[in-house]
């Protein structure tokens, strides 16, 4: 064994990572044993008698004694493990050990168990003991099917397991009361989900013997405030009952659930699920009591107070108003020396007390309880000494009442009394008293009260306030426990009630604390039914909150889930003889319970012994508490069942813990960070191993944690194991000085997370606490100084999330790439840069100096405390400054960051990417260092500038100016700048700001914020004055410097400052990389104060040299805005204008284009009013062609004008559509009346042309009614007669003469009558008006719409200009529209129109050269797309023109008089349409001009756009006509209205047509064809019908010519002549082919032969507005089409139209 052994001490010069070490005890003579193995280790785990190892590679080792492998060896010594075969081939990534069994977890969570099974702790049913490693399901019953749990963690006990699951859930198996199951039936053989903890997020478990730990992540604040339960959970009954008296209410919780009990079998008592202890049940009377502050001398030492120095424990206000603070050692301590109670008081008792004898106080006792609650009691007040339980408290249960001898009772007995029964009670608080209640109580327990002598020393006299404690129950009845009482006994002055005046005449003050179970209050409720004054209910309502968190609630956003969470508490379950739950008594739970008193503890580690349990804090402290035996708490404070701290010299901060059968294991850090091992607890002597646990006798304990001697030896300790009687740990070798860069990081981290916790716990906590401190630093400063308690609570919790993060990696990998600080060091650059600018602005405002004075009071004049902290050796050191370096402190530890992360650096190759990473994050740490320590002195410079401020200069309001974020730069008071041209007397002062320029004078100050000033050096040579030129928004000005030195540091300092104004750099950034000199061009809000337009007025956006140039906003006081681009401090381009309309309470709206501060271009206006205008505006006015629509907001609009405006008035050509009257004009306007040529219609079908003047009908006009009766003549009014004319009746009758009245309303006439023969045809002919004559003329109709796309064009008359600018002038206004609809969402377009759009954006090569076929089909093409895209102006100019149209002929426009114009107005268009064409290519011929053949020449290859496409045979020559260029794009557009025309003329001749249609189509096909005169040979023989032949009989219908017939039906679908000829032809090319079929030899048509085929398809085909169609062809047909085969294809047409229309049938 000896020649096996390898000392630890020995230097290991393989530079290994992972060697295990063990040991028993902490004897000197002790030397770990090194165990060796192939791989480094990774974890241990230590049972009572053997252990588990895990090795790289995912291997597991054991070694000690296996009596659960029969077959196998069945011992090992630990230096010689071996492997667990039955793991190979899957990877473990962790083991635990319980007292006699093991497990294992793989990579895929996947649970394995082994060793001894009889209470189901491997989780395998029907086995007693499991030999080898064997898979555990572990399975969700509650899906369906039942999928297996992902398992994190597995921690073992003696008779149980536990997992944590990927969800952050509990699952447990095994046997007891430890699983936190709610069942009765034991061993639990397959694993179950731990109910009472779902819901939770679960960080860690851990195992003892016979109790379980879990350590859970808080609760979000509006989770864990919910409200108590006001019913039981079992029994359903109410928990309390009000009643409401005249000057009072009385709230009794007198409820007892019966069922919170259950007795078993063995007479073992269980509680319920969720249930605290009954009443009966009492704890340790070891545990703290109440402090009964019953005398001075009492005998005994007073306790010592220094384990918990938190400043958060409460304060009690003493009878003469100073303040004491009570600790939790104060309270528990009290209870430990109980012979204080008594202190000679024997039979003290005053005659007057409301219970006369000692009977009375049995009686009362006996109330309490019917268990043996009162009899042990009696025997506590008797001796007046702590005396010892039974060994099974919960014997206490079934024990009866022993009869004895009762005491005389003392006062303090009795305190100590009421104190420990509500000690031992435990969930809710149920006392407060009403003041006779009270007064009795006190006359009871304090027989001394009201002058009787019965306390010594009794209590101090003084004006009574009797403070009494509500309790709040975090989880109602699972999160509570009496331990907590004790621990949150003193903190919370929020949640305290005051009850002033209560006592009169008293002179005590009691505090009385009492926690009876509202469950378990049995027979209490007589004497303790609550009353509460209501005045009292109302002060109660209203907790004092403090005002600034010190703790941030769920830690800082952005560092998410990548740091460990620090708020934490600590959940208990199991056994509890020991305390080992820590909740204050020796009782069992079933389920989880929260131990309180650790929720704001930070805990990070959890451990537990075989009956102790350890808690690990990110301070680095050790909370323990349950069995201490061998002294393995660490301390020798009782009571035992409360978590306190172990007993460790300052400085030392542990990082890691393990807990054996009766012994503690800790890693720590000492003064180096090297770690260092402390033990305490059991020592283990040599050979005394098999001694059994109870034969203690021979061995030797702790009083404290001791110091191994050898733990320097070990190298880098990075974990402790402890297990039955043995330690283990796993150190590793420092290779390249790695290991140590790493501890020394986390053990920095460590330290200064200490000391930041100490600095919030002992000097900002009781500052923000004082009373005077907004007296003494008024609202401002107190506002900054919470800010900077924020910032720095942020950065302290931070630290400690951060210094967690480092710890567990040494404990698990050991690495740096996954290190936060590198990964994300944009969290710690943010929260130092904000802490830091907190600081420095509570120090510009003067907050440290204001500080000082409460914090002198405070301190005191000797301030050791802060020297200390703030690490500073000076003597007689201001407090002010003593503060100002206590709070920079934090900056220091920048530079430690940097220089760790350096020296990891050095650990790796200077070539490689980590030496980079950890120098790039180096240099980042190392400049936020050196931008904050600038940051500093910025902020001293800006605080000693204002200190000493008044004595310089008092300038009115300067004083104004001070605000926490600004900092001072440059000041002038050395008159080393002066304003060009100023007085000989004038004072200038200079001062630049971080954020302004202020320019002072004798009274008066101005600033200029830097954001909006430019300044520009001006040039020495012509002036030989040092100059530099200021430019502001509103003012240009020049100061002169007193030297070119002075000149350029002025010059630097104001563009720096500039620069970090806009960028944020002084506030944010690290300030590297700045510019020479800031861009001329920036963003920036300004308000102006001078400028006439724009006073008041706040403008937001982008500037270029002192004026607003691009997008921006300005808002004006009265609610004006004008959101859109500026140019030269000028509105121009596309923008958006409100403008309030004080009358109406509603907006004026503009949207659209302006051009120097002016609406210019195209726009909307919406009014206030309703009225909306879409058009063109000039000089703010509307001018060029738009459209008005008028009417409320409500309705439909009652009218609309479209057409020219000028001047904001219309004038020119327009069409107004007056819906309330039923009127549409068409015609000239001058100064917004009609005047001139024009036309009305109306919907009662009249129609009106001629002369208006002054808004009126006024001169010669001609008007028809819907009868055809016509009028020509003089008109004086609308719609009135007067003067001579000729009145036509429909039948030819006509007056003349002179005429006057109003037509429909009676006319009187003077002239004659004539009736024109029968046969004069000739002069019917003469007589018929011929409409049109007097309306305007067509191409004198949208002239302004023409000349405005001339001028897109940038042309001043139509057809004058260049081409080149032409096109650029498209791709301009292409582009731009392009971006403008880019930046607005709402005026996006389609991704058709933006690819179009980009397409058109190129400008077209074939706009010059002579136009060949294919350049032609080119400009085609061209035409097409930019007529589709309204952003090209041809494409506008054609949206217009459709608007226009469909204004001018949709309703009442819709008249078939106006037929002649729309189609004269379609033929306009197409002319004028066809100038602009040309003019964009100007090669292109003229209308009727011929487009050569294609030529065969190379050289025209070579130049064709498309050089690579196949050759085509050469097509034969175009005419070019504006009808077949521009009527495909046009027509389809402008066709509806159009045709609704046609329709409406033709009326009459189409219903004669459309009879005589129906009429013969009733004809099978074979009489139609004999009607019709066809010849017999054209006759189909035989039709196809679905795909076959079918003979035509005398009964076939619509058979023949099926083909043919529904060519010519396409004929409707079409729109423009073109294509309803091309419909024709495929006509004429069906009827030629079917009829070719059939007589089969050449054959040529005669218009004989076809012409009755062709009518037996046109009637066949069932065409509703033939007649319509024919006139559309004709009057729109291309002219030289019209001789050519169409034409004459077309002339059948229409000679078939007019044979239906007169054919007779017999």
């Not at 509570?480 to 002179?507: K, M, N, V």
């Not at 045709?1539 to 009489?1567: G, H, I, M």
Request: negative net charge.
């Amino acid at each position: 064994m000896e020649s096996q052994r390898k000392s630890s001490d020995e230097e290991d010069s393989s530079g290994e990572r992972g060697s295990l070490h063990t040991w028993k005890g902490y004897s000197y003579s002790v030397t770990p044993e090194r165990v060796l193995l192939s791989r480094p280790v990774l974890q241990a785990a230590l049972g009572t008698r053997h252990g588990v190892l895990l090795v790289e590679g995912g291997q597991v080792y054991s070694f000690g004694e296996f009596p659960w492998k029969q077959s196998q060896v069945s011992e090992v010594g630990p230096l010689k493990p071996v492997l667990e075969s039955a793991l190979s081939g899957q990877r473990v990534v962790a083991v635990a050990a319980g007292s006699f069994h093991s497990g294992a977890l793989t990579e895929d969570g996947g649970v394995h168990m082994w060793g001894e099974n009889s209470f189901g702790q491997c989780g395998l049913s029907s086995l007693t003991v499991v030999p080898n490693p064997t898979p555990v399901a572990v399975m969700d019953p509650d899906t369906s099917p039942p999928h297996t749990i992902r398992v994190l963690e597995l921690a073992c006990g003696e008779q149980h397991s536990l997992a944590l699951s990927a969800q952050h859930e509990v699952w447990a198996w095994g046997s007891g009361c430890q699983l936190g199951l709610v069942t009765t039936i034991f061993p639990v053989w397959k694993p179950q989900k731990v109910e009472h903890l779902v819901g939770r997020y679960v960080l860690q478990v851990a195992c003892g013997a016979f109790h379980s730990l879990a350590l859970v992540r808080c609760l979000p604040p509006q989770e864990s405030r919910r409200p108590l339960p006001d019913k039981c959970g079992q029994c359903n009954q109410l928990l309390y009952t009000m009643t409401d008296k005249e000057d009072h209410v009385i709230i009794s919780d007198s409820h007892y659930c019966p069922l919170g009990v259950e007795l078993l079998a063995e007479g073992e008592t269980r509680l319920g699920p969720g249930r605290s202890p009954p009443l009966g049940l009492l704890s340790s009377p070891s545990e703290p009591l109440l402090s009964s502050h019953a005398s001075d001398s009492a005998p005994g030492p007073h306790p010592s107070i220094t384990e918990h120095t938190d400043y958060e424990r409460g304060r009690t206000v003493a009878q003469n108003g100073e303040v004491l603070t009570t600790t939790d050692a104060d309270i528990s301590a009290s209870g430990t020396d109980s012979d204080r109670a008594v202190g000679g008081v024997g039979g003290a008792r005053s005659q007057n007390s409301p219970y006369p004898n000692d009977q009375a106080v049995k009686e009362y006792l006996k109330k309490l309880s019917d268990t043996s609650l009162a009899e042990e009691t009696a025997k506590m007040t008797i001796a007046g000494a702590s005396f010892q339980p039974p060994a099974d408290s919960l014997d206490l249960l079934t024990s009866d009442l022993i009869p004895g001898v009762m005491p005389v009772t003392t006062s303090s007995a009795l305190n100590n009394l009421v104190s420990s029964c509500a000690s031992a009670v435990g969930e809710r608080v149920v006392s407060t008293y009403e003041a006779l209640s009270l007064k009795k109580m006190i006359n009871y327990y304090y027989p001394g009260v009201g002058g009787v002598a019965g306390v010594p020393g009794g209590f101090p006299g003084g004006p009574a306030e009797v403070r009494v404690r509500l309790e709040e129950s975090m989880q109602g009845k699972k999160s509570c426990s009496t331990g907590d009482i004790r621990e949150e006994e003193a903190e919370g002055l929020s949640r305290r009630l005051s009850l002033p005046g209560l006592l009169s005449q008293g002179r005590y003050a009691v505090r009385l604390l009492s926690s009876f179970s509202a469950h378990r209050l049995l027979s209490l409720s007589s004497s303790y039914t609550l009353m509460l004054s209501p005045r009292l209910l109302r002060r109660a309502s209203r907790p004092r909150v403090r005002a600034v968190p010190l703790t941030p609630v769920g830690g800082l956003p952005e560092a998410g889930e990548l740091l460990p969470s620090l708020q934490t508490e600590v959940w208990s379950w199991g056994r509890g003889e020991e305390g080992q739950l820590g909740h204050g008594d020796n009782l069992p739970r079933l389920q989880p319970l929260c131990i309180k008193c650790l929720s704001s503890k930070e805990v990070v580690l959890v451990a537990a012994g075989a009956h102790h349990s350890l808690a690990l804090t990110a301070q680095s402290q050790v909370f323990s508490w349950g069995s201490n035996s061998s002294g393995q708490l660490g301390h020798m404070a009782s009571p035992t069942t409360i978590p306190r701290l172990a007993k460790l010299s300052e400085g030392i901060r542990v990082w890691d813990v393990g807990a054996g059968a009766q012994h503690t294991l800790l890693l720590a850090d000492g003064d180096c960070y090297q770690p260092i091992l402390y033990y305490s607890g059991q020592q283990v002597r040599e050979g005394a191993q098999d001694a059994t646990q109870d034969q203690t006798e021979g061995y030797s304990y702790t009083q404290q944690p001791v110091l191994l001697p050898f733990c320097m030896n070990l190298g880098y300790v990075s974990g402790v194991f402890a297990g039955g009687q043995s330690c283990v740990a796993l150190a590793d070798r420092n290779v390249m000085g790695f290991i140590a860069s790493l501890h020394e990081l986390a053990a920095a981290e460590r330290k200064f997370y200490c000391k930041l916790s100490s600095v919030k716990n002992h000097i900002l906590r009781p500052l923000l606490d004082l009373e005077s401190l907004s007296t003494a630093l008024g609202p401002a400063s107190t506002v900054l100084l919470r800010s900077l308690a924020r910032c720095y609570s942020r950065l302290c919790h931070l630290t400690g999330q951060h210094s967690a993060s480092l710890t567990a990696n040494l404990r698990r990998r050991r690495e740096f790439k996954s290190l936060v600080m590198l990964e994300h060091a944009s969290i710690f650059l943010d929260t130092y840069n904000e802490y830091c600018c907190s600081v420095g602005n509570f120090l510009v405002m003067g907050g440290f100096q204001a500080l000082a004075k409460p914090s002198l009071e405070f301190f005191g004049k000797c301030p050791e405390l802060l020297q200390r902290l703030a690490e500073s050796s000076e003597e007689n050191i201001p407090l002010s400054d003593l503060l100002v370096t206590l709070f920079y402190l934090p900056m220091r530890h920048l530079h430690e960051y940097g220089r760790l992360l350096l020296k990891l650096g050095t650990c790796f190759e200077v070539s490689s990417v980590d030496y980079q990473k950890l120098q790039d994050g180096c240099s980042k740490f190392e400049a936020l260092a050196l931008h904050l320590k600038r940051r500093r002195k910025e902020a001293e410079y800006t605080y000693h500038f204002w200190k000493s401020f008044p004595g310089k200069m008092t300038v009115s309001g300067l004083d104004s100016l001070r605000k926490p974020r600004r900092r001072l730069i440059c000041e002038s008071s050395n008159k080393a700048l002066t304003l060009q041209n100023s007085g000989r007397f004038s004072v200038n002062w200079f001062i630049l700001f971080n954020d302004a320029l202020v320019h002072a004078q004798f009274s008066t100050h101005h600033v200029f914020p830097l954001a909006t000033l430019w300044v520009e050096p001006i040039p020495e040579e012509n002036t030989g004055l040092h100059g530099l030129k200021l430019i502001s928004p509103e003012e240009t000005f020049t100061l002169l410097a007193c030297s070119s030195m002075e000149k350029a540091k002025w010059l630097r300092s104001i563009n720096q400052a500039v620069d970090q104004a806009m960028t944020g750099a002084g506030q944010s950034g690290s300030g590297a990389g700045q510019r020479a000199e800031p861009p001329i061009s920036r963003t920036a809000s300004y308000t102006f104060y001078k400028d006439s337009r724009l006073k008041e007025a706040t403008y937001e956006g982008r500037w270029l040299a002192g004026k607003p140039n691009g997008r921006g906003m300005v808002k004006w006081l009265d609610g004006r805005i004008y959101t859109g681009t500026f140019k030269n401090g000028l509105e121009d381009g596309f923008g958006d204008y409100v403008m309030p309309s004080k009358t109406l309470n509603l907006n004026d709206h503009y949207q659209g284009h302006w051009k120097e501060g002016k609406m210019h271009g195209i726009g909307t206006y919406k009014y206030a009013t309703g009225e909306l205008y879409e058009g063109s505006f000039q000089d703010n006015m509307r001018h060029g062609h738009g459209m008005l629509r008028s009417g409320t907001l409500n309705s439909s609009s009652p009218s609309v004008f479209i057409g020219q405006w000028v001047h904001d008035k219309k004038t020119g050509y327009g069409v107004f559509d007056d819906i309330i009257r039923g009127e549409k004009y068409m015609g000239m306007w001058q100064d917004d009346q009609r005047q001139g040529t024009g036309v009305i219609v109306t919907q009662f079908g009249l129609y009106y042309e001629g002369a208006f003047n002054n808004n009126k009908m006024q001169g010669t006009g001609v008007l028809l009614s819907e009868d055809n009766t016509t009028y020509e003549g003089e008109f004086s009014e609308d719609w009135t007669l007067n003067g001579k004319g000729v009145l036509t009746m429909p039948n030819g009758d006509y007056f003349e003469g002179s005429f006057t009245g109003e037509w429909g309303s009676g006319l009187k006439v003077t002239g004659s009558f004539f009736k024109p023969n029968l046969y004069d045809s000739d002069g019917d002919k003469g007589r018929a008006v011929k409409l049109g004559r007097l309306a305007v003329p067509p191409e004198e109709k949208w002239r302004v719409v023409f000349e405005e796309c001339w001028m897109r064009l940038g042309c001043e008359a139509p057809g004058q200009g260049e081409n080149q600018r032409a096109w650029e002038n498209i791709a301009v206004a292409l582009t731009t529209s392009r971006r403008q609809h880019r930046d607005s969402p709402e005026m996006n377009l389609s991704r058709t129109q933006n690819r179009m759009l980009e397409s058109l954006e190129f400008i077209p090569q074939h706009h010059v050269g002579p136009v060949t076929m294919e350049k032609y089909d080119s400009i085609r093409r061209y035409l097409i797309k930019a007529c589709d895209m309204p952003l090209h102006p041809l494409g506008r100019l054609m949206e217009t023109l459709v608007a226009v149209y469909r204004m001018t002929y949709v309703g009442v426009g819709a008249n078939r008089r106006l037929l002649l114009q729309a189609v004269n107005e379609i033929m306009s268009y197409l002319a004028r349409i066809f100038q602009l064409v040309r003019f964009l290519f100007p090669d292109l011929p003229e209308e009727g001009g011929a487009i050569p053949e294609p030529s065969s020449d190379p050289q025209d290859k070579k130049d064709s756009n498309c050089a690579d496409t196949q050759l085509e045979s050469p097509k034969p020559g175009r005419v070019v006509s504006s009808s077949a260029l521009l009527l495909p794009v046009l027509l389809p557009r402008l066709y509806p209205p159009l045709f609704t025309l046609y329709a409406l003329e033709k009326e009459k001749e189409d219903d004669v047509y459309w009879e005589c249609v129906l009429r013969l189509n009733k004809q099978p096909d074979v009489a139609l064809l004999a009607f019709l005169g066809v010849q017999h040979k054209f006759w189909p023989v035989s039709v196809p019908v679905l795909g076959e032949k079918t003979e035509v009989v005398s009964s076939t219908k619509d058979a023949c010519f099926a083909s043919a017939t529904e060519t010519l039906q396409q004929i409707s679908t079409t729109f423009t002549p073109s294509d309803k000829l091309q419909v024709i032809q495929l006509t004429f090319e069906e009827i030629t082919k079917e009829v070719m079929s059939s007589l089969e030899d050449n054959f040529l048509w005669s218009m004989d032969d076809l012409f009755p085929v062709f009518l037996y398809v046109v009637l066949r085909a069932r065409i509703r507005n033939l007649g319509s169609e024919v006139s559309l062809i004709e009057d729109l047909m291309d002219p030289c089409v019209q001789h050519g085969e169409h034409g004459i294809m077309f002339t059948t047409l229409k000679a078939c139209y007019y044979q239906i229309q007169h054919e007779k049938t017999t």
